[in-house]
């Protein structure tokens, strides 16, 4: 065991260490990015699932398969504010009208998560069945949205001021989802982790806008 | 040592490969779940164009039936199917499927002819005729004329002219709700009134008077007295045996009616080949109140479908008799082919009282049914007009048709 012995064990813990600081570290990134990108698809997962739902509604707007039921297509609305609306529409396409309507919650709702801006956005659908009685049933979409903006445009494109007072001037909508992650990695939900240019946090928050939705019903006849 | 330094290296490396598999299968279905999103999204792009070019192409021609197979559009294709179902409005089922990569996505669009019942108000010449504050029209309303505004009038539902919007002078406001108003809108008239005629010859009552007399129909539910001339004999028919379809046209005389009605029909008054307006025929007149048997308005619960149309090819005329002062109703959709609704000895200075109409008028050009001196009348009727709801879903059978088709419903999957 002379001095070069030594000086060799030295070298190796010397690099030994290294070595586990460098894996501990890339541990670290590997952990993140799995965390980010998880977060990433549970993001676009949630967002993919209530755009779908979004637009499948909204799309059957006034529409009714037994169309002498709704013989007015333009008084399909019946509500219209800015986070919420009420209209008519055969969801189940059983020649009765429905209603559907959506609004969000506060925020004092959803406290149970860390994140303090997300919000329950409801659906509640009131279906009439064929006695004439109508099932009444509210959902809570627990998807991290912390906004549902509903603008609302005339049939020249000035837009109308919310609650819109006479529903059959909507010539088109324009329907704005964010949603958000339930709870932070590394704590970053502070702006200075927001991009100033579009004013997403590209790890955490998603938004969805359709601008000029024309449900294709309201213009019937 | 150098074998434990591999065998660690080796184990540390497969253990990074495994977490960089999963963080590349997580980012791959983050990036496929978008892509799905953005295929879908595509493939309805694709079929809502595609429903919107076969729209297009009925408005453009009624009697296409062709539709389209595999059409490539946005690297996708679309293939649309045009079938006539068997029912009471005649109405095309436009089913339309298109496919982008591994998406289908389906429109089904039904659409009717459109009949002239389902407006408020047409006319074919406005004249000098002002809709002003005050003035709230409910229902469909189109002219072929410009539509002249002054203040502040409403218009509750679809506004449209062929020539556009007449302000009288800047500060007119027109409040159009029932969608936007749209200038261009070409409804003509029809030539004629052959469609009627056929079909009240094929399966309904086609009278043809050769000597210009009138017919007198006193309508009672689904039975009416007929007098053939001015003088008896009476008869009396059964409606749905004596009018199988509904359609009852006169030719080459005049048709007067009154009473109540609780069959769907179409009246007619038209005149022979050979006569012209001199000849004082395709008339029809109203001896007294002309109503439905169920008024749809008092008796909303009654879920009534009967549904009347009177079509004249020359005029609609509120008789001048007693039965008709004070007040006259009418319960029908009115259609007037070359002239327009109005009342027999309007100027008389005899104030009658009101016409009480519930359904909606199509004419050529607005007639006078009285005279007014600042705001009251001061010979025969003033108005109350109506809107009956049931026509923008239901039409009186053979009424006129625009010779287009007009969408009903408009299904996206």
Known sequence: ?221 | MGRASMIMVMSYSTVLMMMGYNISKVSTQAYENYIGYYDRTNAHNIVASAANMAAYQLYDSAQWRAGFTDKPIFGGTATATITQQLNADSTLKLHIVASYKTYTDTVIVILRPSSFSKFSYYSNIEGNIWWTTGDTVWGPIHTQDYLGVANSPVFMGKATAKLGLEKYNKSATPQFLGGPFEGGVDIALPSNLNQLTAAAAAGGRFINRTDSAEVRITFNGDSAVVRYGPNPPDTTVYLPTWAPNGAIVVRGGNLRVKGNVNQSLTLGAIRAPGQNEWNNTGKVRFDDNFTYTVDPVLYPDSNTTTIVGVVAQDSLVITDNSANDPDIKIHAALFSLEKGLGAEHYNNNNERGKIELLGGITQNKRAAVGTFSGGSITSGYSKRYRYDERLRSIKPPFFPSTGSYEVLSWYER
């Open chain 1, 1 to 221: 065991m002379g001095s070069s012995t030594i000086l060799d064990i030295i070298t190796s813990v010397v690099i030994s260490g290294f070595l586990l600081l460098s894996a501990l570290r890339l541990n670290d990134q590997a952990n993140e990015t799995s965390i980010l990108y998880n977060t990433n698809l549970t993001l676009q997962e949630n967002m993919t699932g209530l755009t779908s739902l979004l637009e499948h509604d909204f799309r059957r707007l006034g529409y009714c398969s037994d169309y002498t039921k709704i013989p007015d297509p333009s008084q399909a609305i019946r509500e219209a504010d800015t986070s919420s609306i009420r209209f008519m529409i055969d969801l189940d396409k059983d020649k009765d009208i429905d209603s559907l309507m959506y609004w969000v919650g506060p925020t004092s709702e959803m406290s149970s998560t860390v994140n303090p801006r997300d919000r329950v956005l409801y659906r509640r659908v009131c279906i009439t069945n064929a006695d004439g009685t109508v099932t009444k049933t509210t959902e809570r979409l627990e998807m991290g949205v912390t906004q549902f903006r509903m603008k609302y445009f005339g049939v020249l494109g000035d837009t109308l001021t919310s609650p819109v007072a006479q529903p059959n001037a909507i010539n088109t909508m324009e329907i704005s989802v964010q949603i958000e992650s339930f709870a932070p990695f590394d704590v970053r939900y502070d702006a200075a982790q927001v991009d100033t240019t579009t004013g997403v946090h590209a790890d955490f928050q998603m938004y969805w806008r359709q601008i000029r939705l024309a449900a294709r019903n309201l213009r019937n006849r």
